[in-house]
């Protein structure tokens, strides 16, 4: 059946995609201030608080790749999603308008009400494809949000790797090392099914290239 193909498929897709999304965005998010100035110098590190934010931002647009450019593009129905951009783009406007009056807009506030509206049209797109369109396709399943929950164990790894070593380079080089080694073999010892068939494919890759 072309339709369960289509499922089977797109899930397959967007648990790669996750797996590798939700470790570089919490990555990032743990290391905003190394990232900041190993790029800029001490000079930028205002921006710190920025960056974090839009690490986090960067999860909801994976969301919302998926729901609009796998599932309702892909189904035909541009002009419904150009309504639900429609919604979140209002919503975004009346709060960021709101910042302006309560003197609080700053690019941490408004990347944040960004990605508010971005949660609106995530789960707005998500209803019109389970119950409109009839596409039996679980983005919040336990099978794809387990990989942002294994990456949130970044944070009490960071935190402590930062209380006990020193040096922006030293602690960012420990940091990726260790939350990378901890995530993989959490993925190993679990027997994940993606994990493994990217595994075998980056093997069957290593051997044409030899």
């Known amino acids: 059946d072309e339709e369960n193909s289509y499922i089977e498929l797109l899930n397959k897709v967007s648990k790669i995609y996750f797996l590798l999304l939700f470790p570089v965005c919490i990555g990032m998010f743990v290391l905003s201030k190394e990232i900041i100035?190993?790029?800029?110098?001490?000079?930028?590190?205002?921006?710190?608080?920025?960056?974090?934010?839009?690490?986090i931002y960067v999860i909801t647009l994976g969301y919302e790749s998926i729901l609009a450019n796998q599932i309702i593009y892909i189904k035909g129905r541009e002009r419904e999603l150009v309504k639900i951009d429609l919604i979140g783009g209002i919503f975004n406007?009346?709060?960021?308008?709101?910042?302006?009056f309560l003197n609080i807009l700053t690019p941490v506030t408004a990347i944040l009400t960004t990605m508010f509206a971005n949660i609106i049209i995530i789960f707005l797109q998500n209803y019109y494809t389970i119950k409109k369109l009839k596409v039996n396709f679980?983005?919040?399943?336990?099978d794809k949000i387990k990989y942002l929950i294994i990456s949130l164990i970044f944070i009490p790894v960071t935190i402590f790797?930062?209380?006990?070593?020193?040096?922006?380079?030293?602690v960012s080089v420990i940091t990726v090392v260790f939350n990378a080694l901890i995530y993989f073999l959490i993925l190993y010892i679990s027997k994940d099914k993606v994990f493994f068939e990217m595994l075998t494919i980056l093997k069957r890759v290593g051997e044409k290239n030899e």
Do not use: Q
Request: no cysteine; aromatic share 16%; charged share 10%.
């Open 37 to 55: 100035i190993l790029y800029g110098g001490n000079k930028y590190l205002g921006a710190t608080s920025v960056f974090a934010a839009f690490s």
């Open 93 to 100: 406007l009346i709060s960021n308008y709101i910042l302006v």
């Open 138 to 142: 679980k983005i919040f399943s336990l």
């Open 161 to 170: 790797i930062k209380l006990n070593f020193e040096g922006t380079i030293k």
